[in-house]
């Protein structure tokens, strides 16, 4: 499932009157998400989803390792060597930290961590910044598609990750290319909540 694009289908169905109600389930192949719409003036602005439980067991998520976690393990991606926590939000996610996210050289990154063989279904891969403990920079790698302006699975997972280092709290702004989301990694519930905006582009027709 995709976290930015089940937001979309959430403004699409409330706002285009398939429905009038601002808290719904919506199935998807990561399982039942769900999500709950803030309304202004009849048209829907946010949307927060609740993305469940992070898989955090290696064998789980998938990568080719043994234990419970697979956190700030030590891996060698082209030749570097890098500290690397990994976390399934319904789909593998490695995250890395990095000083500067502006200056990374993705095209050249990202395509080793993709197919490098402790991930057997290949990965998608977050750069992280920390610019505070609320605070996270980020630029993704995604599997089968190279650098994209966001990744909402992908935010949650860094969220998460960057909680098991050490490094922020457990609700925190990730800031990235397209956009900022709030993510929420609940204590009692485990589960992680992202919160972000919604917006209309535009209509089209396909002839077929």
Known sequence: MCGNGIRCVGKYVHDRGLTDQECFTVETLGGIK????TVENGETVSV??????????PRSIPVDADGDSFINRKGVVDGVEWGI???SMGNP???????DTDSLEL?????????HPLFPE?????????????HLKMRVWERGAGETLACGTGACASLVAS?????????????LLGGNLEIHWDEETNHVFM?????FVFDGEIKL
């Open 48 to 57: 927060t989803v609740d993305m469940g439980e992070p898989i955090r067991e």
């Open 107 to 115: 095209p050249r990154l990202g395509p080793g961590f993709e197919h």
């Open 195 to 199: 919160t972000g905006p919604a917006t």
């Open 122 to 134: 290949r990965v998608n891969t977050e750069f992280v910044q920390v610019v505070s403990d609320t």
């Open 34 to 37: 769900t999500l709950k719409l």
């Open 85 to 87: 926590t990994a976390v």
């Open 163 to 175: 909680v098991l280092n050490g490094k922020c709290q457990r609700k925190a702004t990730l800031e």
């Open 93 to 99: 996610h490695a995250i890395v930290y990095v000083e």
